[in-house]
């Protein structure tokens, strides 16, 4: 049963935009909360943005404030990440993820890789 399901990334040069998309279904569809994370060769995986599922309340890391806008949409049951101004340390597989209100994210996607070329 597929639950959460990423498209949208690929080769990016710096400087330039992207934007990655989740469909959720299911179980997914159903929480609180969904965010975009990250994780880089070698590095853990961190929160990049989240939003809230009714009210739709962002969330950011300080590294993509101001360049990277998280969205859902409810009707379509998506949550989209516009990236801008990417940079090289941008990199990483993206993972879209659900969870509810004071739970960690317990369902993933399988991942989406985004490439930046300086």
């Known amino acids: 049963q597929v639950q959460l399901v990423e498209s949208g990334g690929g080769l990016v040069q710096a400087g330039g935009s992207l934007r990655l998309s989740c469909a959720a279904s299911?179980?997914?569809?159903?929480?609180?909360?969904m965010g975009w994370l990250r994780q880089a060769p070698g590095k853990e995986r961190d929160l990049v943005a989240e939003?809230?599922?009714?009210?739709?309340?962002?969330n950011y890391a300080d590294s993509v404030k101001g360049r990277f806008t998280i969205s859902r949409d409810k009707a379509k049951n998506t949550v989209s990440l516009q990236m801008n101004n990417v940079k090289p340390e941008d990199a990483a597989v993206y993972y879209c993820?659900?969870?509810?209100?004071?739970?960690?994210?317990?369902?993933w996607g399988q991942g989406t890789q985004v490439t930046v070329s300086s």
């Open positions: 993820a659900s969870r509810y209100f004071n739970g960690g994210y317990n369902i």
């Open positions: 939003i809230t599922w009714n009210v739709g309340r962002p």
């Open positions: 299911g179980r997914a569809s159903r929480s609180n909360v």
